[in-house]
């Protein structure tokens, strides 16, 4: 090896590393703590897990198989099969599901707008929302 193909090759992990840094302190302050979970089945939203407590919102009845309030456990309704999302600390992921590879439990912890839980096997799609802000728009945004 050249000494060119060398710094070359520090250069290339050096910025690397940088770049994981810096994607991983956005994606930690992006997270909220009283926003809500709101889950989707074929695109239709089902139910809002509110982050801040674990309370939560049914939207659509027929999607919801079983809620265990006391292990803040919410089994919804997959196309594979049953979908169970738990809440815990402010956060939300998938702990059962069918499907091929079980990508959705792979997928981990999320109280961030910019991680959603996909489930594409099941159709069931989490996403985080900001709460809502009640403040009146300024004169410029209308």
Not at 29 to 41: K, W
Request: charge should be negative.
């Amino acid at each position: 090896m050249k000494k060119n193909d060398i710094v070359l090759i520090i250069s290339l992990a050096l910025f690397s590393l940088v770049s994981f840094l810096i994607l991983s302190i956005i994606l930690n302050r992006s997270t909220i703590s009283n926003g809500t979970a709101t889950i989707l089945y074929n695109d239709n939203p089902i139910l809002k897990i509110h982050l801040i407590d674990g309370s939560y919102d049914v939207i659509d009845e027929k999607y919801i198989v079983h809620i265990d309030e006391t292990k803040y456990l919410y089994t919804v309704e997959g196309t594979n099969g049953d979908v169970v999302i738990e809440y815990k600390d402010n956060r939300v992921r998938v702990i059962d599901e069918i499907s091929p590879q079980n990508i959705c439990q792979a997928q981990g912890w999320s109280s961030s707008p910019l991680t959603p839980i996909t489930c594409l096997p099941n159709n069931v799609i989490i996403i985080i929302e900001a709460p809502k802000s009640d403040e009146d728009p300024d004169v410029i945004t209308g």
